[in-house]
Nanobody, 123 residues
């Protein structure tokens, strides 16, 4: 399994932007489908976006479509989440995940997870 480390979180005002990065190590990252999930206090871990191992297909939650963009650079073993037009309701811990199975929006189908990075959007 790959090991994942997220970075890029922080505090931003509503309408602002952040770019999250997920650095992978310890495996053949270019064979893994990858996703981003988020978890706000007192809630479950929600799907945000996913990308196939090749980068050829991407998927988004309706709540972020048109504002967030997932991408990857397999040469750098890194997946990114560009977040624009941030809203207070985007406040959460954001997690990167990877799976050798078919790409999915379901958290329990991912078997590698990062430690999470906090994103806080002020109004």
């Amino acid at each position: 399994q790959v090991q994942l480390v997220e970075s890029g979180g922080g505090l931003v005002q509503a309408g602002g932007s952040l770019r999250l990065s997920c650095q992978a190590s310890g495996g053949t990252f270019n064979t893994y489908n990858s996703g981003w999930f988020r978890q706000a206090p007192g809630t479950g871990r929600d799907f945000v976006a996913a990308i196939t191992w090749s980068g050829g297909s991407t998927y988004y939650a309706d709540s972020v479509k048109g504002r967030f963009t997932i991408s990857r650079d397999n040469a750098k073993n890194t997946v990114y989440l560009q977040m624009n037009g941030l809203k207070p309701e985007d406040t959460a811990v954001y997690y990167c995940a990877a799976t050798r199975w078919a790409i999915t929006r379901t958290a329990n189908q991912y078997n590698s997870w990062g430690q999470g990075t906090q994103v806080t959007v002020s109004s």
